[in-house]
């Protein structure tokens, strides 16, 4: 049982790359989120996820594409890379409920020149 | 709206000493409130959650936290810090109703100094 992992755990692009994060849960979860973590700024969501096939924005979704075609998977893409993306990235799941319990991942730090 | 706000960005303890990491949110309805933990280098974990009942709740680490309702505050204290114990604290809040999301606090950083 490994949780939710993350792949990868570093990256560094160049301003206008594309790239796609990949966040896995082995939980049987129905939720997921992507969040980004800034100083000073908490962690702030991205997109998230109520069920397979489902995606909705959160608060900060500009940049950013989400697909979560398999129940256990959560894709985070970036179309071009801006040096703004500069952050660390973290997934999360959830079985789905008001008082449930968000189990994260490791991250991925992510720098863009 | 729902917003978190912890005070305190930066909470320096020597080893052995109380703490408290103050939070305070704001909602118009009401909410679940949460603590959590990042350690250096890790994703967050969860320390402790209240949900209804009693207003002191008790969590992992000998942790725990008063919930204030007249206040719309969520402290969190321990008696005695150790050394393991420096790391990132999240207050966070999820709505009751409408709950799909959570909504963290900016963070506190706690360095416990030997």
């Known amino acids: 049982n490994a949780g939710v992992t993350q792949t990868p755990k570093f990256r560094v692009l160049k301003t206008g790359q594309s790239m796609t994060l990949l966040c896995a849960q082995d939980m049987n979860h129905e939720y997921m989120y992507w969040y980004r973590q800034d100083p000073g700024m908490g962690l702030r969501l991205i997109h998230y996820?109520?069920?397979?096939?489902?995606?909705a924005k959160g608060e900060v979704p500009d940049g950013y594409n989400v697909s979560r075609l398999k129940k256990q998977n959560f894709l985070l893409g970036l179309e071009s890379a801006a040096p703004s993306q500069t952050s660390v990235y973290f997934c999360?799941?959830?079985?789905?409920?008001?008082?449930?319990?968000?189990?994260f991942g490791p991250g991925t730090r992510l720098t863009v020149l | 709206a729902q917003s978190v706000t912890q005070l305190d960005s930066q909470v320096p303890v020597f080893e052995e000493a109380p703490v408290e990491l103050r939070c305070n949110y704001s909602?118009?309805?009401?909410?679940?409130l949460f603590w959590y933990v990042q350690y250096p280098n890790q994703g967050l974990q969860l320390l402790l959650k209240y949900l209804s009942g009693s207003t002191l709740v008790k969590g992992i680490n000998g942790f725990e936290a008063e919930f204030n309702k007249s206040q719309t505050s969520f402290h969190l204290r321990k008696p005695s810090v150790h050394i393991s114990d420096t790391a990132e604290y999240f207050c966070?809040?999820?709505?009751?109703?409408?709950?799909?999301?959570?909504?963290f606090g900016p963070g506190t950083s706690l360095s416990v100094i030997p």
């Open positions: 966070a809040v999820r709505m009751k109703t409408s709950y799909d999301k959570v909504i």
């Open positions: 996820s109520v069920g397979e096939g489902t995606t």
């Open positions: 909602s118009s309805v009401s909410v679940y």
């Open positions: 999360a799941s959830e079985a789905g409920g008001p008082v449930d319990t968000q189990y």
